[in-house]
């Protein structure tokens, strides 16, 4: 369970709930969260790029950037929000409260983000860093998992399924290596057209591989 951060000065953290069809009914507010959200945005981009970068040294520039936009879009922005209770604290007008704005997708991920820019605005870089580690490595460190578990070679055959195409066929066409350490190399072949090709060192993981490989191939990866 997370929670927000201690704010030094709590018109900051105020200010970040401050939605504008509250600001229209409240004229004793002077300002709205949409600058807080524009620099969160920022803040985020930046932040969650160098936390990838230290934590997977071994992932390639595509797969980071993948993870980022992953992590900082709007449903994954919003399922935060929601940990931290933020739409409970969000002050909305009365059209936006009527139109469910407390579960709001997009208002609950301008808020996050808004909460964000106010903290580093009363507290520093370094603090909004430590506040967002553990939150987003938790998430990173679920997507990661999901996508090394998923099971590519169902993956392929359901697509091949919805283009009426025949079922694909796995080959192995090369063993190396010795006995206690083995290569295996894997085709996967639709009516004799190879689709893809991977290594592993098992019979499993290497057709697992092809399957991704031919995936990837098709662009559905």
Known sequence: MFNLPKFKNLSLLHRAFVHRSYMN?????????????FLGDALLGFLIASLLYEHYPQMDEGKLTKLRSALV???????????????????????????????????????????????????GVEEVRKFLKPIFLEAAKHMVDFQSNK????????????KSAELPEYEIVKESGADHDKEFTAKVSVKGKEYGRGKGHSKKEAEKCAAEDALKRLKLL
């Open 151 to 162: 099971n590519y070679k169902s993956m392929l055959q359901e697509w091949l399924l919805s």
């Open 25 to 37: 009914e409240h004229p004793e507010e002077t300002e709205n969260n949409e600058r807080l959200e």
């Open 73 to 123: 879009d709007e449903q994954q922005l919003a399922k935060f929000a929601k940990k931290l209770n933020i739409g409970g604290k969000m002050l909305l007008g009365k059209g936006a409260k009527l139109g469910g704005g407390c579960t709001n997708l997009n208002l609950l991920s301008s808020t996050f983000e808004a909460v964000i820019g106010a903290y580093y605005l009363d507290s």
